[in-house]
């Protein structure tokens, strides 16, 4: 065991909360390590956490790919482009996966060699006085120490008994993107974010997917009125959702997953050749703390934070999807700058009620801010816009008029309370919205503003017109 030199901040964690919180503590002149244990595929240090490599990033990768395919069989008819034969080559597309965050774990690598941020590859140990245990994978012990730590080792995803996952045909996220070929068959379990997104590039892909999801009420964190278009619409895509429906047991035997589950209609069992199990995520806190310096732990597994998101030791942090709060790359990379502010002696502080959420399916589903359901629970009065793509001008030359924009706002002050969008590009729709309501804007202030046309932007324009019934292109109600 050997001590090394002392730095004024260690970060436990690289991903986008941990790499993030290390530069912006390198840019304020802070001596910087960062200790992380994620190993890739080819069996090196691989900077980023789950998101960049086994999260966000390969995912919306295979989305893509998989949307490429999904519009040469289906969606050039209209535009005159007739194409056949058209196959897919899933190794070709796993290893364009595998670049892709290949070159951006490796831009990480460049950016704590620019902003002079020391890297140690192993599992980071939290250990009395600030002291942190690196652990390698030879199981080589080194001991660094600091003024400050901050935490932000991320989360994992949730296993359940009734589907032990074996890495082979019950997978979880992470194996879901390396099939080697499509499976005929593909289940499912849990019909959240990462279940849709998972399930759609399969089923673009030619799998004849299934998602079971034990929640009576499909995407309930979503407002009500766009979850139903967006089901709706992957029901079309032949995505077969059944609700209500509890997983009872998972049997892998050779080739072949037999899963039973149970319903309303009683109790069923399907033959799959592989499944995924993807009903959430936890706080990943497995011996990340010594006994000798105890984190405090909330009912649920988040480490308990103030509002300077500090731990009950003293000048420890913790960040991203250890703490409360929506599992988000950008929520974490946001709290990862906002600590480092703190260590230095600023004062942040981050809106968290302006993050903004996406699931980046086809229709794209994005919402930032409160929900119609959840505001009228409340017992807020509101105003309510709704404009459809099939009225925008660009939509209809895209060929995707899916889904639409609402709006909500206060009766009483017209401030935004919530914008809630189903259809395309609404990832990059959103961001007009986040900035708005990051600014208390009303409707008012974005039906004043002036947008390109055409554009799908103007169905945002249009959603703030109709909120007082003065929208242009669609009946007024």
């Given at each position: ?14 991903g986008p909360g941990g790499y993030v919180a290390a530069i912006r503590c390198a840019q304020l002149g802070l001596k910087t390590a960062c200790v992380d244990d994620f190993t890739g595929k080819d069996k090196k240090a691989s900077l ?334 509101t105003k309510v816009g709704i404009f459809p793509f099939a009225a925008s001008s660009r939509a209809q030359v895209l060929g995707d008029t899916t889904g639409m924009v609402k709006i909500i706002s206060s009766e009483e002050t017209d ?6 969008i189903v259809g395309p590009q609404a990832s990059e729709l959103l961001a007009e919205a986040v900035l708005a309501m990051e600014y208390s804007a009303s409707t008012e202030d974005i039906a004043l503003t002036i947008h390109a046309h ?24």
């Amino acid at each position: 065991m050997s001590t090394e030199t002392k730095f004024d901040v260690i970060v436990i964690g690289g991903g986008p909360g941990g790499y993030v919180a290390a530069i912006r503590c390198a840019q304020l002149g802070l001596k910087t390590a960062c200790v992380d244990d994620f190993t890739g595929k080819d069996k090196k240090a691989s900077l980023g956490g789950t998101c960049l490599n086994v999260g966000c990033i390969p995912s919306k990768a295979l989305l893509e790919s998989s949307h490429h395919y999904e519009q040469l069989n289906h969606g050039l008819e209209n535009h005159g482009i007739k194409v056949s034969g058209v196959k897919i080559d899933i190794p070709a597309m796993i290893k364009n996966k595998d670049d892709i965050v290949g070159r951006l774990t490796g831009g990480i690598n460049g950016l704590f060699k620019a902003n002079k941020v020391s890297s140690f590859h192993g599992h980071g140990k939290l250990l009395a006085g600030k002291q942190v245990e690196i652990t390698t994978t030879k199981n080589k012990v080194s001991i660094i120490s600091a003024e400050s730590v901050i935490l932000a080792t991320g989360s994992r995803p949730i296993d359940i008994p009734t589907a032990t996952v074996d890495n082979t045909n019950i997978v979880d996220s992470s194996g879901a993107l390396d099939f080697n070929e499509t499976p005929k068959k593909l289940g499912v379990i849990g019909a959240g974010v990462i279940g849709l997104e998972l399930g759609s590039v399969w089923n673009r892909l030619g799998a004849d997917v299934v998602l079971l999801e034990a929640q009576d009420e499909f995407l309930p964190i979503a407002d009500k009125k766009v979850a139903a278009e967006a089901k709706r619409q992957f029901k079309k895509q032949g995505l077969d959702i059944k609700m209500s429906a509890r997983v009872t047991k998972a049997v892998s035997k050779g080739d072949k997953v037999t899963l039973e589950y149970e319903d309303a209609t009683g109790t069923h069992k399907i033959t799959l050749d592989k499944l995924i199990v993807s009903v959430g995520r936890s706080p990943n806190t497995d011996n990340l703390f010594a006994p000798e310096a105890p984190v405090d732990l909330d009912e649920r597994g988040f480490i308990e934070v103030d509002e300077i998101w500090q731990t009950n030791q003293p000048c420890v942090y913790a960040i991203g999807d250890l703490i409360r709060g929506p599992m988000l790359a950008h929520k974490a990379s946001e709290e990862g700058v906002a600590v480092a502010e703190v260590i230095y002696g600023e004062e942040p502080k981050i809106n968290y009620d302006v993050i903004p959420s996406v699931i980046y399916t086809s229709p794209e589903i994005a919402w930032v801010g409160q929900t119609e359901q959840h505001l009228k629970s409340a017992g807020e009065k509101t105003k309510v816009g709704i404009f459809p793509f099939a009225a925008s001008s660009r939509a209809q030359v895209l060929g995707d008029t899916t889904g639409m924009v609402k709006i909500i706002s206060s009766e009483e002050t017209d401030q935004i309370l919530g914008v809630h969008i189903v259809g395309p590009q609404a990832s990059e729709l959103l961001a007009e919205a986040v900035l708005a309501m990051e600014y208390s804007a009303s409707t008012e202030d974005i039906a004043l503003t002036i947008h390109a046309h055409p554009t799908l932007s103007e169905a945002l324009h249009e959603a703030a017109l109709a909120v007082d019934n003065r929208a242009l292109h669609i009946p007024n109600r």
